[in-house]
């Protein structure tokens, strides 16, 4: 009876490490064992400003990576040949044949911008009407708060909409707009704010708005009514009631 027991236990031993072993082999994402898998990493820049993307998603063979300071890696992809799509806010969607074979495999992806380079005018001269002489960070926050208006519902779905916008009034939602300073060439410091706002920094923290707190003291006045999330240089941003 105990050679039956002894025996009885070696073999449930037996086949809980047969068990282990195989399943340790085995992707734990559903590839098929056995097959042969490689590991893409990629870095993703702006075409025109060469500057690297803070954020987007790539996706190839149903795996998707969260892009982070302009790498994304994405592991167990089955070798062969795929399609990888990087998409971002503000960037044109883009789709690459990408050869995938056993160990690493290296890519740079460059992203075109969504907006004509008439429209990236016109947003560097607002940004420069609305922040000269503001510090760089200042300058970028308010780009920043402008394309956050464009990734929100209850404002017009595109930069050019946005940048000309007016109330009910028929005022116009930026200044500049109505006293005509928006016609000023823009200087370096404002496309370059323009170009780093575009990849994804925002100092703003998810501002839809801005405004200088010593050109308004009345309190009474609506842009002190909004959520009040940072203050930079001579700016506050806020997030509007309505967003």
Known sequence: MKQK?????????????????????????????????GTLTGTVIDSTSGLGLW????????????????????????????????????????????????GSSMIEVKMDPLYSAAHLDLFARLVHAESRGEPYEGQVAVAASVLNRVQNRNYPNSL???????????????????????????????????????VGWDPSQGATGFFAPAKVPNKNNWVWKQVSIVQIGNHLFFRAQID
């Open 55 to 102: 954020s987007g998603q790539a996706t190839i063979a149903g795996k998707t990576s969260q892009i982070s300071g302009a790498q994304f890696e994405i592991a167990n992809i089955p070798a062969g040949t795929h399609t990888l799509t990087v998409t971002k806010a503000h960037y044109q969607d883009r789709a690459i044949q990408v050869q995938v074979s056993r």
């Open 160 to 198: 050019y909409g946005v940048i000309t916008q007016r109330d009910s009034r028929g005022y116009a939602q930026y200044s500049p707009i109505d006293d005509g300073s928006i016609n000023t060439p823009a200087g370096q410091s404002a496309k370059d704010a323009v170009s780093d706002a575009l």
């Open 5 to 37: 027991y002894v025996f009885f236990s070696f073999s449930i031993l037996l086949m809980l490490l047969l068990t282990g072993c195989l399943n340790s082999g085995r992707p734990q994402d559903g590839t098929p064992p056995g097959t042969v898998t």
